[in-house]
């Protein structure tokens, strides 16, 4: 995986092949940021990276000055990952080593962008617990959006605050807005 854009651009990042992950394919994830770009500074935003895995996402938030980022994951080796490669380029992510949906049931933080990227192979009822949970629990912010990254088999239109979806070969970003 690479940096695709900011201080760290082109920045090669190699994560332990023993992580139980699949990151975020780089041609995907230039596509999410150039749609985000059109909505945020990221330089002001509050993010929160759920089920961050080698923590792709959040170093791509943080190469493009972002500086509020929470990274949640229940796998230690992925978090102690995080945490290296966030000391060596020197970017502030703070990491939670939790069960995704018991942290969003007790968590009391605001973000302005939710970022989840859960198993494939989640059920519809798994899927539907995240926006449930983020937007039941109000933690977004004014104008705050939810993204879901999840396989082109899952559908996700038919969900309370969804806004519309992108494609990127195998990989389908769900976005969901609170516009309030």
């Known amino acids: 995986m690479r940096i695709i854009s900011g201080t760290y651009k082109g920045k090669r990042i190699i994560a332990p092949k023993k992580l139980p992950v699949r990151p975020t394919t780089d041609l995907a994830k230039e596509s999410l940021f ?5 909505h945020y500074y990221f330089e002001e935003l509050a993010v929160l990276d759920l089920f961050a895995g080698t923590g792709n996402i959040s170093y791509e938030f943080a190469s493009r000055g972002t500086q509020q980022i929470t990274a949640v994951d229940q796998h230690a080796e992925c978090l102690r990952f995080i945490n290296r490669t966030a000391r060596e380029l020197n970017f502030s992510i703070n990491t939670i080593k939790s069960d995704v949906f018991k942290f969003l049931e007790k968590v009391a933080l605001k973000a302005d962008l939710v970022f989840a990227d859960p ?12 926006p449930q949970l983020v937007f039941g629990r109000q933690l977004l912010n004014k104008n705050g959006m939810l993204v ?13 605050d969804f806004g519309y979806d992108k494609k990127y070969g195998g990989s389908v970003f769900s976005f969901f807005e609170n516009e309030e």
Request: proline share 7%; hydrophobic share 30%.
């Open 148 to 160: 879901i990254e999840h396989s082109r088999h899952t559908r996700l239109s038919k969900l309370p």
């Open 34 to 38: 150039n749609i985000l770009n059109n």
């Open 119 to 130: 198993p494939y192979d989640f059920t519809d009822g798994q899927f539907a617990k995240i």
